[in-house]
């Protein structure tokens, strides 16, 4: 499985980024996609989630009611939409595919495969 990872870039505090995350493998509607971000000495941190239906979705409470995470199995891709971003945003964002659903979607360790990052930056 390789996950590719897009659309992180900078934007202003208020503002919305949508990224994406396009995964290979027959077997994507199978996967719980998450999202982790990290930021600047900091751990990596659990964002959100979503099943393999797309029907039970998961936010860090840093982000609920601000972000929103979708899937698309058609496509293979899964998508976090971002706004009223601030600069604690800030941060590379990384997707991760959980092969075997354990329910604990928060946690680094359980996810199987990493995409490679992408940069948000929120300026003030």
């Known amino acids: 499985v390789q996950l590719q990872a897009s659309g992180g870039g900078l934007v202003q505090a208020g503002g919305s980024l949508r990224l994406s995350c396009a995964a290979s493998?027959?077997?994507?509607?199978?996967?719980?996609m998450g999202w982790f971000r990290q930021a600047p000495g900091k751990e990596r941190e659990f964002v959100a989630a979503?099943?393999?239906?797309?029907?039970?979705?998961y936010y860090a409470d840093s982000v609920k009611g601000r972000f929103t995470i979708s899937r698309d199995n058609a496509k293979n891709t899964v998508y976090p939409q971002m706004n009223s971003l601030n600069p604690e945003d800030t941060a590379v964002y990384y997707c991760?595919?959980?092969?075997?659903?354990?329910?604990?979607?928060?946690?680094?360790?359980?996810?199987?495969?990493w995409g490679q990052g992408t940069l948000v930056t929120v300026s003030s």
């Open positions: 991760a595919a959980e092969l075997d659903y354990s329910g604990r979607y928060n946690l680094v360790y359980e996810y199987d495969y």
């Open positions: 493998g027959r077997t994507f509607r199978s996967y719980v």
């Open positions: 979503i099943s393999w239906s797309g029907g039970s979705t």
